[in-house]
């Protein structure tokens, strides 16, 4: 697969700060989905084309430095958010506050629709009168899925304060639960295996507890090095490996026996 047939994605570290650290809300994969079935993520997918409409520039805040791709992602990770969780960071045009808890939910039954597939985002904004704040995600991490798997992925991950007053909830089809976590307590759980975590995950989780609030994750946003997983073979031994530059640290994860991307 060449560097072109790259599927773009985008996901959301959504956070809220609590006296134990920054939350983030994780949400729990259906086990048919065809990646990461069963796993705790990030709300987050792919882009669809809809989302790199260059007409949705107009209903976007503080647009004007990014490029399409970059504005497409923001919009498509905007877009899974809401879908997966509930969540929406978007204004009314012309405010600069989220929109309420009572706006929002008069919106819901768009979830659905964009879970069929049955509505875009400029289709949204425009029926609405909506602007999404993609001026709020932070650029928090670039992962490329590694070159030996058969669907490859092009991930960017944001993260953004949640919206005080709106209420985080799994849409009970591409994610059957969720849960508000700190990242310590997320790497236990998966430590103790009771939670699946899969490797970029755990990652950005990693990074994540060492960040005391939110406004301290954020002020960590923007200086990313991309990340391609590879193979290193130790003796019989197969480890997937990150560039040390990335920020991560060295990890070495065991995948001798499965695939850890």
Excluded at 37 to 62: E, I, M, Q, W, Y
Aim: proline share 4%.
């Amino acid at each position: 697969m060449s560097k072109d047939d790259l599927i773009p994605a985008a996901t959301v570290m959504m956070l809220r700060d609590t006296d134990d650290g920054p939350e983030v809300f994780m949400v729990v994969r259906h086990h048919e989905i065809d990646f990461a079935s069963g796993a705790l993520v990030f709300p987050g997918g792919k882009a669809d084309k809809p989302d790199f409409d260059t007409n949705l520039r107009a209903h976007c805040g503080n647009a004007d430095a990014l490029d399409d791709k970059e504005l497409a992602l923001r919009v498509a990770s905007i877009r899974e958010s809401f879908e997966e969780c509930g969540i929406l960071l978007a204004r009314e045009k012309g405010e600069s506050d989220f929109i309420s808890a009572d706006r929002l939910k008069a919106l819901d039954g768009w979830r659905d629709r964009f879970n069929n597939r049955d509505a875009t985002m400029l289709e949204f904004a425009e029926a609405e009168n909506l602007e999404f704040a993609v001026d709020v995600l932070g650029f928090f991490a670039h992962w490329i899925t590694p070159d030996m798997m058969p669907r490859r992925f092009d991930t960017y991950f944001y993260m953004a304060r949640a919206p005080q007053d709106h209420v985080a909830l799994h849409d009970g089809s591409e994610s059957v639960d969720s849960v508000w976590i700190t990242a310590k307590q997320a790497l236990a759980d998966a430590d103790a295996e009771k939670r699946t975590v899969i490797f970029p995950t755990r990652m950005n989780i990693e990074k994540l507890a060492k960040r005391s609030s939110v406004d301290d994750a954020l002020a960590q946003c923007g200086d990313v090095v991309t990340v391609t997983p590879f193979i290193e073979q130790e003796g019989e031994k197969t480890f997937l490996r990150i560039q040390p530059e990335a920020g991560y640290g060295d990890p070495k994860e065991d995948i001798t026996r499965g695939t850890g991307a």
